[in-house]
Every structure is written in C-alpha cells, then in structure tokens.
C-alpha cells in the first residue's frame, strides 16, 4: 500500500508538499506542481490514513454500516444497536443504505475510506466479497454481519450471524411438529448467502421428516428487481395469494423475514383465510411488529442487541490492533423460536 512518501518520491516534491496538497493548503503552490501531486495520487490509488491521526488525536473516530435498508425495521435494530456499541466505546458512526447493490456498496465503501474511516459493517449477506478486494487492498477493514464468512477471510476482516441453517429448521420443525406437511416459503429473490442458508434449513428439516420442498412451493418475489428489501410486506401479500390460489394450497408457511410474513397476513386475509386457523405463519427475526401484531407473529429471534455488540468489539479489535489471539475470526450465534399465535395445529388434526 503506498503510503505519502512514496506519493512525494514519484511527484518529485516533499513529503510536506503532498500534504498541503491534501489538506487544501495549496493557494501559493504553483498549479504544475498541485496537477503532478493529484495525478500521482490517482494513479497509486492513494488514500491518506486520516483515521490513523485521528486514533493518536482521540478525535472524530468513526465506523461505517452499509445496510440494505431501514425500510425493514430489523435493520433499523441493528443500526441502532451497533451505534450504541461504537458510541460506548468512542466511536461514532455513519449509516448508508445501499439495496445490497454492489456498485453502490463500493461507492459508500470508497468514500468512506477516502474520509478516513478504516472500518465498516456490512449486512447485504452477498455470495461473493470479490468486488470489495480493491478497497480493502488499500486498509479498509469490513465486518461481514448476517453471513459466515469463511471462503472469504483474505477480503473480511471478521464476521457475525446468527446461524441461519438452524433457524430455517427450527421454523420448519415447529410446523411439522403441529401436523403441518404442505409447507411453502414466501421471499424476495435467493440470492443472499442469509436467504440460501434459511431456505436450505426448511429443505433439511422437511427431509428428515419424509417432506419434500418443492421448487415451485418457494416464492421469490416474482418480478420483483433486486432483492425486495423495501417492497418486503407487498411481496409477501402477493406471494401467499399465489400459493394459496392454488388447487391444493399450503397449511404452513415460513416467510425469508418478518416483514413478508406480516404482508403474508393481509394476503392470506385478502382471499377469506384465517390465521392460524386456516394457515400457519412462521417469520424470521422478530422485529418490534411481530409481538404487536394480531396474531402475535411466531418467529425465529436475532439476538440482534448481544450480535451488535460482538460486531463492533471485534472490528474495532481489528481497527486498532489490539484484538486478542484467541477471539475468534467468526462467531456463529444460536436462533431462538418464539412461539406466538400465528400458528396452530393443521384443521383436519383439530377436527379430528
């Protein structure tokens, strides 16, 4: 990584020169002189290590979280939870909303480094970090929330997730075990190493109880484009209209998040069904709305608050290189079921 020496060497200039170049202290510098400083930077893709100053000043310390969006109120949780975690600790934090767009995610990412903050908190769960590879060659440190990260290790610094196989199979398991064999999904595209490892655990769940999950029983956001994060409650109203329009409908349904699970109330209540009466409905995070909800909403719980805090111990381990040996690199964090009034034994059990 080129540091302003090297900037200076190839400019022909002092070290002291390319600082003012930086600093805007360039009003009596010849314009020849500033071109040749700006060029060189360019090209050596260099970015100051402001942070570095700011760590030994005590001032201005800051992380980023890029977010797909607050639209969902599980990430406006953990917004507010790691910046109280990084405010306990001295640092502030800026939030960015990003729509798990790669471009966009780069663009904050580059511009938060070029601003001298030298740590970020990713949560779009992407299937590969390649496009990161560039920024992070050059010291930005990211923390990978919501996704393992072990194929990844030489672009990610560290990582939490709750263990999203586990959580796809306790939603399931709590379905079958209430009689429940026709069982679907509702969710935005599956794309997101998050959304594959919840899908992936109703599939393992369904399987060792002799069920089968059927790609046309897994709904994902038919012509939505992206990911759905911010159309979450529509998609899952449309999704269940489908699935139970047809000529044999689920019982059972575990929705990707809690957000299509509650658009999953109005769709089914769109078309006459009765919840749980009729159908059952399993969401995943628990966000504020799930308890308050009627039914209350039976869901799979982050422990968003205690995941925060890891995420934010670790990176800013990792920032000041102070982190311990034996902390882990990842840390896999246990789902809880909650169970709530939104599901119910299947109909033909209760008449029985």
């Known amino acids: ?3 302003i020496h090297e900037v200076a060497r190839r400019a022909g200039v002092s070290a002291s020169t390319v600082s003012n170049v930086i600093n805007g202290r360039h009003d009596k510098m010849r314009p020849e002189t500033k071109r040749r400083v700006l060029e060189v930077i360019e090209q050596l893709k260099y970015t100051p290590n402001i942070a570095a100053r700011q760590l030994k000043l005590g001032q201005n310390q800051s992380l980023g979280l890029i977010i797909p969006s607050v639209a969902n109120p599980f990430w406006g949780l953990v917004a507010h939870h790691v910046e109280r975690a ?3 600790r001295g640092y502030n934090l800026l939030i960015c909303n990003a729509e798990r767009d790669p471009n966009v995610e780069t663009h904050y990412a580059e511009a938060m480094l070029s601003s001298g903050i030298t740590g970020i908190i990713l949560g779009s ?7 990161l590879r560039d920024v992070t060659a050059r010291g930005l440190k990211v923390a990978a929330f919501d996704q393992r990260v072990d ?4 672009v990610i610094t560290c990582g939490v997730s709750v263990d999203q196989e586990l959580g796809g199979m306790l939603a399931a398991q709590h379905l079958i075990g209430l009689g429940h064999k026709r069982i679907a999904m509702v969710s935005g595209p599956i794309k997101t190493k998050s959304r594959i490892g919840r899908r992936n655990g109703v599939k393992m769940a369904m399987a060792r109880a002799g069920l089968q999950l059927p790609d046309d029983m897994v709904w994902q956001g038919g012509d939505v484009v992206g990911f759905g994060d911010l159309e979450g409650a529509e998609l899952g109203r449309i999704g269940i209209r489908e699935l139970l329009s047809r000529d044999d409908p689920p019982t059972g349904i575990v929705a990707i998040n809690d957000m299509y699970a ?3 109330y109005a ?6 069904f009765h919840i749980p009466g009729d ?11 799930a308890e308050i909800a009627q039914p209350a909403l039976t869901t799979i719980r982050q422990p968003v608050p205690a995941m925060a805090e890891m995420i934010v111990r670790m990176l800013i381990a990792e920032i000041e290189e102070s982190g311990n040996a034996e902390d882990p690199s990842f840390i ?11 599901t119910n034994a299947v109909r033909e059990l209760q008449n029985a």
């Open 1 to 3: 990584m080129s540091g």
């Open 151 to 154: 194929q990844a290790k030489d």
């Open 267 to 272: 769709g089914a209540r769109d078309l006459g």
């Open 262 to 264: 509650l658009g999953a």
């Open 332 to 342: 896999n964090v246990t789902p809880q079921l909650i169970v709530r009034g939104s």
């Open 125 to 131: 769960s992407p299937l590969s970090f390649d496009y």
């Open 86 to 88: 990084a405010r306990q």
């Open 279 to 289: 159908i059952s409905i399993v969401g995943f995070d628990d966000i504020i709305l």
